[in-house]
DNA sequence: ATAGCCAATGTG
DNA sequence: ACATTGGCTATG
């Protein structure tokens, strides 16, 4: 068929204009219009090129196939990016091709022939001859796509980075040789750490949920795990939650292997710098990757180990379609390629004990006495005891936090940790922490800045003589002070001692070992140098654990054990202070130092409730009629659950039509798949049916309230 | 999505 | 009789 095609090769089209291709351009249009229409010359041995173009819409979620070209059959080989003629029309009686508007696609196999059965148009371009999609990648992409019910072009978007001319044209480097196995250093301190070395280091899988002990030696035990797995020929690949904790790795790396091993890949270098490393790493010149989420798709051949640190951390959720999950994906590539597996962090997060559960992964973990030796002492205090002193009343300190931190600001830096940045103008009874709602539609109540008023942030009704509906109460107070303001008033409180922030406008790495405050909003933790923070306060607890979430109490413990990791042990003096009710369980657990055991019993609770990740969940989100719609066509597994659909918030300054309604869709463990089979077919079935208001489609959404 | 096709509707 | 618009369809 592809010799019957009758199609004349369309001149290449310059994806940049400058003089000598618009020159080149001129010159092949007077071909054109000199010589008649002819036959296109194909490539005779595999003549047909099947492509998937870049467009997300999920009827389209198929390959397509063209023909190749003479010119361009050496060039269009599987893997590379090519501009596809797409959507034209056939002109009657002549089989020609007009029309239709140029996309991107990859070419994913050359083939003799195509079992389509109409004319095929030809490629229009070979946009570069880096074989970019490999078959490796294109059937990660495909799982990623089928597990989130989002379609193949959505995931290669996120995992193929945009091209870089320059980049491209430098000549790959050659792969340095594998380095030796290193000592186990400070993995001695787990009982099974030396082991996991060793195993990696001969070429096993082992496959662990690694609770870290506090302190500052992760990135190192990391880089020592990534050169263990180097050292059997295989490659390595650690996700991370920013891209400070990708220079700590990157820097440790450095340290332990030099140059040339691995790349780091995060937003930082800038898109050509990013793609100069994803190509390295796709030419096989590196063989280890420190990266943020998106590089859970990086190309590695010959996976050894994958591995993520602090897979509660939400940045390891992409936040665009199909929403993949780093963790996630990186166990789909261990089921795959039989890649050893470490998920890492101070925190364990429920999904991580269920792996535990099933016994699909080991722990690794410290032993209670080497937990006693690095971590702070830790104590609570109720946050009704306010300290006498003036100024620490005044910065809302209680006495024990107010004694800690002076003492402490002797020996060395303190860290503050408050829950939230900025000024959050929530309001909550002074008496039971109940949060202040409006009496008429229970949205929350904001202050309106000068005269005190209250109004409803959603419907905007004054509140002119508020009471608690829980305890009659008459006073409220801002539900978290920002940091901010926190900063000042514990500036007044210690008027001799510096106070440095960290947080959204200005996240600081580090600082020195010195006296000084370190307000700091949670996840924006300086380290500090030397011994570590001589103490750390941890303020306004109770509004992380009241927050509407499922995780709420898992969250508030990794932030709590984040920033509690930081301080020196306690034989060095180090002490945290808490500030929330002792009884609390995720309190209880940071007290301990046990979030194996605190992610244990969690999981069982939502076992027994059938929340996820025991169950698997999707959430469908869209106008009204587009979610009933949706839900309409699904042809759900057996046994779902549909929840809802319950109204969320419009964004504001929508009007009403522009309202949300959700929809939970619950199954029992193991029908995730075809949960996510069955939402892609309705999805597909609502687009050919042309019913375009869209719905959004969330595999495991990360937080369902 | 999006371009192209056709039929229905509107206009001179 | 012809132009304009809206719905429908396929995309190689």
Redesign the pocket.
Known sequence: MADSDPTPATPPTPHRDGPAVQLELVRAELQKARSKPRRAATSTRLPVA??VVD?G?S??D??????VPLRLDALALPGVRVR????????KGQGR?????LIDGYVVERRAE???P?????LSQVLSPEPVLTPDLLRLCRAVADRYAGTLADVLQLAIPPKHNRAEAEPPAAPLPPPAAPDPGSWSRYAQGPEFLRALAAGDSPRAVWTALPGVAWPQELARAVAATLASGRGALVLLPDGRAVARLDAALLALLGSGHHVALSAEPGPEERYRRWLAVARGSVRAVAGTRAAMFAPLADLGLVAVWDDGDSNHGDPRAPYPHARDVLLLRAAETGAAVLIGGFAVTVESAQLLRTGWARPLAGEREQVRRAAPLIRTVGDHDQAADAAAHAARLPTLAWRAAREALTQGPVLVQVPRRGYVPRLACVRCRAQARCTHCAGPLAAQDAGGVLHCAWCGRPEADWHCAECGGVRLRAQVVGARRTADELGRAFPSVPVRMSGRDGVLASVPDLPALVVSTPGAEPVAEGAGYAAALLLDAWALLNRPDLRAGEEALRRWLGAAALVRPQQQGGRVVVVAEAALRPVQALVRWDPAGFAATELGERAELGFPPVSRMAALTGRPAAVADLLALIRLPEGADVLGPVAVRAPAGRSEDERLDRVLLRVAPGRGAALATALKAAQAAR?AR?Q?DPVRIQIDPPDIG
């Open positions: 099947r492509v467009k819409l009827h389209l198929q390959y397509f196939d063209y023909s596809v003629r797409f959507g034209g029309r056939v002109v091709r007009e029309g239709g508007t195509s079992d389509f109409g004319p095929l148009a030809p687009l042309r375009t």
